[in-house]
């Protein structure tokens, strides 16, 4: 069972940063592909980004590009997402995944999650 732990967010003004990291249990974290997704109140949860094995390949969703930017560390066993530019409406709970059998940006394909991170964008 591979356990993922966010960690990272928190309170921040519009137009600040912040990195949230992803750290996996499993020393076969180098395996997994990985993405990060994001959930508003009220709203559905919606894909970020994802990044392959080695960080060869990277996703993104087309909105969220310019902004955000997966990366992944495999000797830390973490994968990361700098965010920049940060706007209210960017406020939700972050939320990593992982899975075997490729880059995905459907959060269907996802075999482990994170309990998610909180990121709160003051106006």
């Known amino acids: 069972q591979v356990q993922l732990a966010e960690s990272g967010g928190g309170l921040v003004q519009a137009g600040g940063s912040l990195r949230l990291s992803c750290t996996a249990s499993e020393r076969t974290f180098s395996s997994w592909f990985m993405g990060w997704f994001r959930q508003a109140p009220g709203k559905e949860r919606e894909f970020i980004a994802a990044?392959?094995?080695?960080?060869?390949?990277?996703y993104y969703a087309d909105s969220m590009k310019g902004r955000f930017t997966i990366s992944r560390d495999n000797n830390k066993n973490t994968v990361y997402l700098q965010m920049d530019s940060l706007k209210p409406e960017d406020t939700a709970a972050y939320y990593c995944a992982a899975r075997v059998g490729g880059i995905s940006q459907h959060q269907g394909h996802y075999d482990y999650w994170g309990q998610g991170t909180q990121v709160t964008v003051s106006s």
């Open positions: 990044i392959s094995r080695r960080g060869a390949s990277i």
